[in-house]
């Protein structure tokens, strides 16, 4: 496990970044259980038009997002054990397969909850190690979601530690569907209980330019966005001058993440 080091980053301004600063934080979020084809096809529309990092969809929507992404520079991501984590390893391993065999480069993995809580810390070892080893071998990056909410500050910081052993590249601090989402001293957490190769994505509650620029500046490097469009018209209207907006839904925006 890594021991607390100072984070003190250079502050981001719309002055110091470029569109492709900002945009390149955000992965898409195409994750509610309820989202018909026509939304998710036009979530990974919008997700190529504003040239994001990736979009985050769900397993089934994979073939059909890497056909709209495909020549892109959009990755397309998905989720493995979904959102409690509390599936077998064995499950874990069949999901990362399949997501990866139907064109999935980035995997938002859930830890094992129940077993950090328990103090099975081993297990919960295991099971990530088990997924990176499938998707490194794929070609594909991890990001593993603790989901804060549930976690004490000490369960928190055993899992920075058990995700660099993993060799995952990214810890994440929330699926959005817990009663919380990502918060500045969770952030703050993680980032200084991480070595500095290992990325830290805020997920929850991050919908406003000004909400992506705070947590750009405790060193987060990803953030899992639905209010995209929104965030990344005001970047480009501030940009050029404009004053601030008040933030307005996207029309494919999902509520609560």
């Known amino acids: 496990m890594s021991s607390e080091r100072d984070v003190t980053e250079p502050t981001p301004t719309i002055e110091t970044l470029t569109y492709r600063d900002v945009a390149k934080t955000i992965d898409h ?18 997700a190529a038009a504003y040239d994001v990092a990736s979009v985050c969809v769900r397993p089934n ?9 495909d020549g892109t520079d959009v990755a397309v991501g998905t989720v493995v054990g979904f959102p409690h984590g509390n599936h077998r390893t064995e499950t874990k391993i069949i999901e990362t397969r399949q997501a990866l065999a139907d064109g999935a480069t980035e995997l938002d993995m859930v830890l094992a909850i129940g077993a950090l809580k328990s103090g099975r810390d081993a297990e919960v070892l295991a099971d ?35 995700t660099e052993a993993a060799g995952a590249e990214f810890v994440k601090t929330s699926t959005g569907f817990a009663p919380g989402g990502a ?9 200084a209980h991480t070595s500095p ?11 406003t330019l000004d909400a992506l620029l705070e947590v750009m500046a405790l060193g987060v490097t990803r953030v ?18 404009a004053p601030a907006i008040d933030a307005v839904p996207s029309a494919t925006a999902e509520a609560g993440y």
């Open 29 to 46: 979020s195409l994750l509610r259980p309820e989202l018909d084809d026509a939304f998710v096809e036009a979530g990974c529309r919008l």
């Open 61 to 69: 929507d994979v073939l059909r997002a890497r056909t709209i992404l």
């Open 128 to 162: 990530v190690t088990a997924v990176v080893e499938v998707a490194h071998a794929g070609g594909a990056i991890v990001k593993v979601i603790f989901e804060n909410a549930y976690l004490t500050d000490d369960e928190k910081i055993r899992a920075c530690g058990l």
């Open 183 to 191: 918060t500045h001293d969770d952030l703050r957490l993680m980032r």
């Open 197 to 207: 190769p290992t990325q830290v994505k805020a997920a929850g509650g991050v919908r």
């Open 224 to 241: 899992g966005a639905t209010a995209t469009q929104a965030i990344l018209d005001e970047f480009r209207a501030r940009k050029a001058g």
